[in-house]
């Protein structure tokens, strides 16, 4: 089914205009918008990156009827995309996308970084309390390089753990041992 706009390449839609059309094309990805009668555009709306494409059907490959036409779909583009271009919507996905990656592998490394830096070699002699609370819930050792670690997020208790075995469960994602909660 075709939609018919009144659209030159200076006009601006009203906002009431412009909802309906990103209504119809995001339920119909097959429509084609024919503007004026006499220029046909290709409308889709790309779900993953929330975005709209507007590209011009030629039928007539006079450069200056070409030129026209490419300027009409920029414009409808624009405007049905919120004042930007599909290109600068798939760019702006493309940059938090990356980010996000970079974000969580940030937040790993940061996580890493604090086991190595709290870790410590273990010397049972060196506590006041019985080698049986210094054994790891994972290993069930005493381990030789351990880290304290809160049995909870909330929590103001601790357990020992081995350094490698807690490491394991941070590199698998896995949950914290006795919470279950994801370690962060």
Request: hydrophobic fraction near 40%.
């Amino acid at each position: 089914m075709p939609i018919f706009l009144n659209f030159t390449a200076g006009s601006i839609l009203p906002e009431n205009e412009l909802a309906s059309l990103r209504y119809i094309v995001q339920q119909n990805q097959n429509d084609t918008v024919i503007i004026k009668e006499r220029y046909k555009m290709d409308i889709r709306y790309i779900e993953s990156v929330n975005g709209f494409t507007v590209n011009p059907v030629c039928s007539n490959h006079f450069s200056i009827f070409m030129a026209r036409q490419n300027t009409i779909a920029r414009n409808l583009e624009q405007q049905i995309n919120n004042g930007r271009s599909f290109a600068q919507i798939s760019q702006d996905f493309m940059l938090q996308l990356s980010s996000n990656i970079g974000w969580k592998k940030g937040a790993e490394n940061a996580l890493k970084n604090k086991i190595h830096s709290h870790s410590f070699v273990v010397n049972p002699d060196e506590f006041s309390c019985d080698t049986q609370f210094l054994k790891c819930p994972i290993t069930l050792c005493v381990p030789e390089k351990g880290v304290f670690v809160k049995n909870a997020l909330n929590s103001n208790i601790c357990t020992l753990y081995d350094k490698s075995a807690f490491m394991n469960l941070t590199r698998e994602h896995l949950p914290h041992p006795l919470s279950r909660e994801k370690i962060v």
